[in-house]
């Protein structure tokens, strides 16, 4: 499976995380901040190209949209009110994969999964099935600062959206890095998905990293 | 080829398979009547547990039914497919300590359930709204075929929380009356819990996991298109290479929405060119099960059919001249054959499965 692009974009929050709607190359109505943050850096990702109509995505977050949720569960329970129907809706997972597709015109699977060591392996089935992949990596940040810090203690407060567009071994087009060698079964918990983003950012060819994550390894070797 | 080695569900119907789906023949579940005057299909107090025991156990009788053993429990990889996740528990500790958002991390539920057995595989969670299941065995099976993975099981899990029944309840899409697919006076869905688990491997059984598909529809958000559906059905039977007549029986995702059961009708006709097959809808006897309805319906389908029988539709009365679908009201004999699973939902996530049943 090769890297053939990749986006890493990564916001420490001292205030108010920047609002990613007008950063879009294509905006849609009624998004929240999770999926304008899942689009932006889907849009860096793919840039000018036309992703084949059966691409497969794989949007990864452990937490999903939690403003959204937040807004919902108060609307629910301290204001005893029912959602309003787009906001529910925006907390379903299925609906953050919908203007995914819709942003590239896609028809073929998409898929909302818990980590970003459950969708490469998934992807690497679909590559080998001569399937183009494109897999992020979404984690928001809480808009009331404080809140956040109470809910995830010791975690910093990171924006992320970071996506990789993988294909299998096309001829006539660059690739970056290969996958290869993947195998269950590690029990590492770092967060190795960013070093893997630092690594294709500053790495020099023929380096080789070796990702060691929770339950899973591979190698990514630069092109 | 890919295959059913066993399964379990605990339902509105009860919490042992074999018991819930003998009960088909002549027992009507009802739903219960919440506290908000919703109607909503809810696992019997009898059989309810504490959210990550019910999975547990699930997990262990479908592991069970499979006979396999403790040895081979590391090899088997975990695929959960679930709309609500964690909100069930997110919600309960809101309630009593004013938090409303606990604990959201999804991933622990598979962390936790891979400790608890003692699953060293790969592991992971599929959120899709009402497809989430449906897609977990799509990619269970995918996984399988490729080689990566050798053994897999496959647990839908939707248990009741305020978020997803408020929510519908905002696309004004519950009824109080009756599920009632297809018919005329069909009013909408009425929601249900479930957690169900099935295990697929090589190893041969009578349930073969012929095809898969999963496809995305853009038009609408909120409303299936028939010619998107009517893909997702052609792309399943491209994918088991199988041509519409060799079917036998469409169990459908028929919400009883207005919009929904239109859209699937059309999509069958579009498929479906020279006749039908038999249409069996299942949401009457456990509600919607929503991200578990995947996994739950087909489990309560393949029991029936090793019991010896395609189970009857139930609540149709009228037929809806825009549907023009009369779903089977008669039980009939299991026979061998091609049966095809729809299951679609928000966000346009369209699923569809086609398992072969050999015999007994």
């Not at chain 1, 096309?170 to 190795?192: C, D, P, R, W, Y």
């Amino acid at each position: 499976m090769y890297i053939y692009d990749f986006f890493n974009y990564a916001e420490f929050l001292e205030d108010k995380a920047r609002d990613k709607k007008p950063l879009l190359t294509q905006k849609f109505n009624r998004t929240d901040n999770f999926i304008n943050l899942a689009l932006y850096g889907a849009q860096k990702c793919v840039g000018e190209r036309i992703l084949p109509k059966d691409s497969v995505v794989y949007l990864a977050s452990r937490n999903g949209n939690l403003n959204t949720t937040l807004k919902v569960l108060d609307t629910i329970f301290n204001q005893k009110n029912l959602p309003m129907p787009f906001s529910f809706l925006n907390s379903v997972n299925a609906a953050k994969l919908f203007y995914m597709a819709k942003s590239f015109k896609l028809e073929g699977k998409t898929l909302f999964v818990d980590r970003f060591e459950s969708a490469i392996p998934q992807a690497f089935v679909d590559v080998k099935k001569n399937k183009t992949v494109l897999l992020g990596y979404v984690t928001e940040v809480v808009e009331d600062l404080a809140l956040h810090t109470k809910l995830f203690a010791g975690l910093a407060k990171v924006e992320e959206s970071r996506w990789l567009l993988l294909s299998p071994k096309v001829e006539e087009k660059k690739a970056l890095a290969h996958i290869s060698n993947i195998q269950f079964g590690m029990q590492e918990t770092e967060e190795m998905y960013s070093k893997l983003f630092s690594f294709l950012e500053e790495g020099v060819l023929g380096d080789n990293f070796y990702f060691r994550g929770d339950n899973l390894s591979f190698n990514v070797e630069k092109l | 080829m890919i295959y059913v080695n066993g399964y379990a569900l605990v339902s509105a119907r009860g919490g042992d398979v074999k018991s819930s789906v003998a009960s088909l023949h002549n027992e009507e579940s009802l739903p219960i009547i919440l506290d908000n005057g919703r109607k909503f299909y809810k696992i019997p107090e009898a059989f309810s547990l504490p959210y990550y025991d019910i999975i547990e156990k699930m997990i262990r009788d479908a592991l069970e039914d499979a006979a396999l053993l403790q040895e081979e429990l590391s090899e088997v990889a975990l695929f959960l497919g679930t709309s609500s996740a964690k909100l069930p528990l997110n919600e309960a500790y809101a309630m009593k300590n004013g938090t409303l958002i606990h604990d959201l991390y999804m991933d622990e539920i598979t962390e936790i359930m891979a400790q608890r057995i003692g699953l060293k595989g790969f592991r992971t969670i599929v959120s899709t709204a009402c497809t989430s299941s449906a897609n977990a065995l799509v990619q269970a099976k995918e996984m399988l075929e490729s080689g990566l993975i050798k053994k897999a099981v496959v647990v839908g899990v939707e248990l009741y929380n305020e978020l997803s029944l408020k929510g519908f309840e905002s696309f004004m899409l519950l009824t109080n009356n009756t599920l009632k697919p297809f018919d005329k006076n069909r009013e909408g869905i009425i929601l249900g819990e479930a957690v169900s688990a099935i295990v697929l491997s090589r190893k041969p059984s009578p349930f073969v996991f012929s095809g898969g598909a999963v496809k995305v529809d853009t038009t609408s958000i909120t409303a299936p298109t028939p010619e998107n559906l009517a893909k997702v059905m052609q792309a399943v039977l491209d994918n088991a290479k199988l041509s519409f007549s060799q079917i036998h029986v469409v169990k459908t995702h028929s919400t009883a929405t207005k919009q929904n059961d239109e859209a699937e009708a059309k999509a069958l006709h579009k498929v479906f060119t020279e006749k039908i097959p038999m249409v069996i809808t299942l949401k009457p006897y456990i509600g919607h099960t929503m991200g578990a309805c995947g996994s739950s319906e087909l489990v309560l389908f393949l029991e029936a059919l090793k019991q010896g029988f395609v189970p009857k539709s139930m609540h149709f009365d009228t037929i809806d001249p825009e549907c023009n679908i009369s779903p089977m009201l008669d039980e009939t004999a299991a026979l061998s054959g091609y049966y095809m699973f729809n299951y679609f939902g928000f966000g346009g996530n369209n699923s569809s499965l086609i398992f072969q049943y050999k015999g007994h």
